[in-house]
């Protein structure tokens, strides 16, 4: 099993930027893919991105791409989540998970381990 911790939420304003972090520890792996979602009050959890591992591909939601940018420090064993140009619409908890092996998903199911989630509010 893999451990997750995120941080780096907060409040900020429309047009700023946060990195998120996520911490694993356990059996994790830098070749097993990593996804960010996220979940908005009375809303369904949605993908954000992800990373296949072993130094693959990435992929991003439609709603995201060209503000976000995954990444990942393998001697840390953490996964970053740098989300620029902010907005409303980006508020939500999101939540990493992780797969147990080199692939993502856009499907939350197709991952074994989530965080607890991190608070983003952005304000307008």
């Known amino acids: 099993q893999v451990q997750l911790v995120e941080s780096g939420g907060g409040l900020v304003q429309v047009g700023g930027s946060l990195r998120l972090s996520c911490a694993a520890s356990g059996r994790t792996s830098s070749t097993y893919g990593m996804g960010w979602f996220r979940q908005a009050p009375g809303k369904e959890r949605e993908f954000v991105s992800a990373?296949?591992?072993?130094?693959?591909?990435?992929i991003y939601a439609d709603s995201v791409k060209g503000r976000f940018t995954i990444s990942r420090d393998n001697a840390k064993n953490t996964v970053y989540l740098q989300m620029n140009t902010l907005k409303p619409e980006d508020t939500a908890v999101y939540y990493c998970?992780?797969?147990?092996?080199?692939?993502?998903?856009?499907?939350?199911?197709?991952?074994?381990?989530w965080g607890q989630g991190t608070q983003v509010t952005v304000s307008s």
């Open positions: 998970a992780a797969a147990r092996g080199s692939f993502y998903s856009t499907n939350s199911r197709a991952y074994a381990d």
């Open positions: 990373d296949a591992g072993s130094g693959g591909s990435t």
